[in-house]
């Protein structure tokens, strides 16, 4: 079930969370021109989105729990326990998601680049009086 205690659950926040700094973070960076605008934001959902595994150990002895959080999680957690496995794997997998955030930015900016235009040639216009027409003033009946 989707709402009692469940990991899905708690993805789902998670993500419907990210959105939402996603979202931000480009208002935010409003100021820079497009492509750092759509790289930067897409390199933090990168970061954010990308999940890595980890092991915890548990209370008894030889057990141990292992499941999957964002990168950025595991390896600040692996930083501060410092626990080099954890930090290792969580900073490649950061790594490699912002890696892929900044092609997705990217091939968004090509993508939505605005085309250049080409100079056509005009149609002459023919005027129907040789001279221009005159203004009209208004008149009240």
Not at 33 to 62: H, I, K, N, Q
Request: proline share 7%.
């Amino acid at each position: 079930m989707l709402f009692a205690n469940s990991m899905s659950l708690l993805w789902l926040s998670y993500y419907g969370l990210s959105l939402l700094v996603l979202v931000a973070t480009y208002f935010a960076l409003a100021w820079l021109p497009r492509l750092p605008r759509l790289v930067v934001t897409w390199c933090v959902a990168g970061a954010m989105w990308v999940p890595a595994s980890f092991r915890l150990p548990l209370v008894e002895e030889g057990e141990f729990y292992t499941g999957w959080a964002p990168a950025a999680m595991v390896a600040a957690v692996g930083f501060l326990e410092h626990n080099t496995t954890a930090l290792r794997g969580g900073l490649l997998w950061l790594i490699l998601g912002v890696a892929i955030g900044a092609c997705v930015g990217i091939a968004l900016w090509w993508w939505r680049r605005s085309q250049p235009i080409h100079d056509t040639p005009q149609r002459r216009q023919v005027e129907e009086s040789p001279q221009p027409a005159r203004r009209r003033e208004p008149v009240i009946n």
